[in-house]
């Protein structure tokens, strides 16, 4: 990649290829990008390796062992009896991107990334990189998505979301409402009941995959649905899980066992130590956890006006349709089936490095 100081603090370098967000998606482009014959450069917010796995809680595991979970090129150690952990998936990830040398800057947040007339410019700080094209990859970790409720300024209790919990300690002694149906929230609360009383609120009834089903087998049945669908066998797609189900985990199955995997229905509205629900019934609490999701983290693209109010863009595969030199990588199914996944971030990857080549060399015939 060809750097040029344009002053002390500022620097401006040109890249065939700009990655921003430098986790799982980002490290799949780059394994494609290194083969590619391409210049690229990888720009990643964290002063270390492991995207959002970093932030996760202390007793996250995978929902599928590790043969199930790596990305192209290595596979992550681990047997088919284990889910790998959290500390697992982050040794995975800084050892990929050494073994491949992949080119990450970290501790770059990008501002923003402009239409520039040779491109796009990428901003980060007084730092700009010139680019023929942009993978956004920088998952959603950074924006978790609370539900406003009115009375939520009068709640005097401890809030957090999914995204900042880490041990169930700071709750001990307290009733904690666990809001949200999907894998974080079981998992949530399967912790949090075993140290303080705990109650699960969700929108619409939780579904839970079969006890023998993990994240290989709801891979494999998702993957046979979608190509299905693809031919166009509506029937086959039907009852296959999503990969929002939960997955019953060991710790899953014992809260079960312990009878508080009941979900009530969602809170409305809060008060100062309580939350209502839409049936006029109210839950006296001290804590709630937000485990409501998170939307993709796509504030650096403002600049460049394709972004909806939930921060997404119309696609056709990965590559943006209003933008034509971005490519939104691994925010899951609407970029990609699965690609929210380390498993299913692969096939995403290697399709959209190989349109970016051909797109690029297409537009270099074009200009000799
Ligand atoms: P991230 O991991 O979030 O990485 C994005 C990177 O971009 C980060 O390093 C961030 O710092 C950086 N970044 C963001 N904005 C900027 C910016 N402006 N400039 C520069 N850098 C930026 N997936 C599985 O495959 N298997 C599982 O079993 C599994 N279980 C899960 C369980 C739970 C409870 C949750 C919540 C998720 C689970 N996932 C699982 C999904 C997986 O954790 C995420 O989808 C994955 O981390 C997304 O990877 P990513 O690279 O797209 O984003």
Redesign the pocket.
Known sequence: MRLHAVSDHDTEATADVVV???????LAAGYYLRRSGLSFVI????PAAG???QHAWDS?T???PARY?SLPGRMMPGDDATMPSRDDVVAYLDAYERRYELPVERN???DRVQDADDGLLVLAGARRWHASAVIS??????APHIPQLPGADRFAGLQLHSARYRTPAPFAGKRVAVVGGG??GA?ILAELSRHTETVWMTERPPRFMADDVD?RVLFDAATAARNALRQGDRDAARGVGGLGDIVMLPSVKDARQRGVLVATSAPVALDRDGARRADGSREPLDAIVWCTGFRP?TR?LADLEVLDAGGRTPVEGTRCVEEPRLWML?YGDWTGFAS????GVGRSARATVAEIVASLSQERRIAR
């Open positions: 921003i967000g430098g986790g799982q998606a980002g720009l990643d917010a964290e995207g959002a796995w996250l995978l929902f599928s979970s770059v947040r990008v990859a920088t998952g959603s970790w950074s894998n974080s998992q994240g983290a650096h691994g929210a996944t380390l498993i």
